[in-house]
């Protein structure tokens, strides 16, 4: 019995000996190797997103003009050589509003809207003339045109212009100052100034205030600003500016007050300023007027 186990033992094993039979190896493990290859690809990939970054921000400098340089940016002080009088105004204003404007404007917002925008359109349809006369100044004819072009569609078509039919013909209005007529020839912004019951502004600007109203009264369009007519259209005007303004005197309850709106209202004044002079230095349109201009 064992020599019969013995014999078939062998006979397949020699079998197993004569066939054909392979062993598979596996390839190598290289870490290092694979690392490299993906650090490598990320790198690439991280050289094209700065490279992409780099030709957006070119393309965006390129839109807005030559950059900004330490002349241009507005300084941070603030210029209110006659604190001691701007305290005292706005204190008067402030008075002012609560005892006077915001009871009378209490009430003008009891008007139904259609009659309050008829007032706000009539107005603003009145300063298009002295926008047109700006934009001159400035050698801008193009905004002047448009700005004496709605005078004409809102007189007629607007019934005197208690209607903006302008508007719907896509001929918005862009109105303009003296003030920015000013900033415009690189005339600075000059000290803080507040005025008696129009608030915050600038020596600059309240010049170009008193020069735009000079304007109103020497042209004296149908005769509004003179006599009764002047003595009510002017004070409807207030209400009306009144009404669309949001600001409430002392209404954060801030012994800061003063100093937060001086400081807010002047680097708004410089932004705005500075943004219009480089954008006419550039050559480029005035970037508030109408696609195409």
């Given at each position: 019995?064992?020599?019969?186990?013995?014999?078939?033992l062998c006979?397949?094993?020699?079998?197993?000996?004569?066939?054909?039979?392979?062993?598979?190896?596996?390839?190598?493990?290289?870490?290092?190797?694979?690392?490299?290859?993906?650090?490598?690809?990320?790198?690439?990939?991280?050289?094209?997103?700065?490279?992409?970054?780099?030709?957006?921000?070119?393309?965006?400098?390129?839109?807005?003009?030559?950059?900004?340089?330490?002349?241009?940016?507005?300084?941070?002080?603030?210029?209110?050589?006659?604190e001691?009088?701007?305290?005292?105004?706005?204190?008067?204003?402030?008075?002012?509003?609560?005892?006077?404007?915001?009871p009378?404007t209490?009430?003008?917002?009891?008007?139904?809207?259609?009659?309050?925008?008829?007032?706000?359109?009539?107005?603003?349809?009145?300063?298009?003339?002295?926008?047109?006369?700006?934009?001159?100044?400035?050698?801008?004819?193009?905004?002047?045109?448009?700005?004496?072009?709605?005078?004409?569609?809102?007189?007629?078509?607007?019934?005197?212009?208690?209607?903006?039919?302008?508007?719907s013909?896509?001929?918005?209005?862009?109105?303009?100052?003296?003030?920015?007529?000013?900033?415009?020839?690189?005339?600075?912004p000059?000290?803080?100034?507040?005025?008696?019951?129009?608030?915050?502004?600038?020596?600059?600007?309240?010049?170009g205030?008193?020069?735009?109203?000079?304007?109103?009264?020497?042209?004296?369009?149908?005769?509004?600003?003179?006599?009764?007519?002047?003595?009510?259209?002017?004070?409807?005007?207030?209400?009306?500016?009144?009404a669309?303004?949001?600001?409430?005197?002392?209404s954060?309850?801030s012994?800061?007050?003063?100093?937060?709106?001086?400081?807010?209202?002047?680097?708004?004044?410089?932004?705005e300023?500075?943004?219009?002079?480089?954008w006419?230095?550039?050559?480029?349109?005035?970037?508030?007027?109408?696609?195409?201009?």
């Amino acid at each position: 019995m064992k020599a019969a186990s013995f014999v078939a033992l062998c006979a397949l094993l020699g079998g197993c000996a004569s066939s054909n039979f392979s062993i598979r190896s596996l390839p190598p493990e290289t870490p290092a190797a694979n690392n490299a290859a993906q650090i490598k690809q990320l790198q690439a990939l991280q050289a094209e997103a700065t490279a992409a970054a780099q030709r957006e921000r070119a393309a965006r400098e390129a839109d807005l003009g030559p950059p900004l340089t330490a002349a241009d940016v507005p300084s941070l002080r603030t210029y209110d050589p006659w604190e001691r009088m701007n305290r005292f105004t706005y204190r008067f204003n402030a008075r002012f509003d609560e005892a006077i404007f915001l009871p009378v404007t209490d009430q003008y917002r009891r008007l139904p809207s259609a009659v309050r925008s008829g007032v706000d359109n009539f107005f603003s349809n009145l300063s298009e003339v002295v926008s047109a006369l700006n934009y001159l100044v400035q050698l801008r004819p193009a905004p002047g045109v448009r700005s004496l072009g709605r005078f004409v569609i809102n007189s007629t078509l607007g019934i005197g212009g208690l209607f903006d039919p302008a508007t719907s013909f896509h001929i918005p209005g862009v109105p303009t100052g003296f003030g920015q007529t000013m900033a415009r020839w690189d005339v600075p912004p000059g000290p803080y100034l507040v005025l008696p019951l129009l608030g915050p502004s600038t020596l600059r600007d309240g010049t170009g205030f008193a020069v735009d109203f000079g304007t109103y009264y020497g042209i004296n369009i149908l005769d509004l600003y003179r006599g009764l007519a002047g003595w009510v259209l002017t004070p409807l005007n207030a209400v009306d500016i009144r009404a669309n303004t949001n600001f409430r005197y002392y209404s954060t309850g801030s012994p800061f007050e003063y100093d937060t709106v001086r400081f807010l209202f002047m680097r708004k004044t410089l932004i705005e300023g500075e943004s219009l002079r480089l954008w006419h230095r550039s050559g480029k349109p005035d970037p508030r007027a109408p696609a195409g201009e």
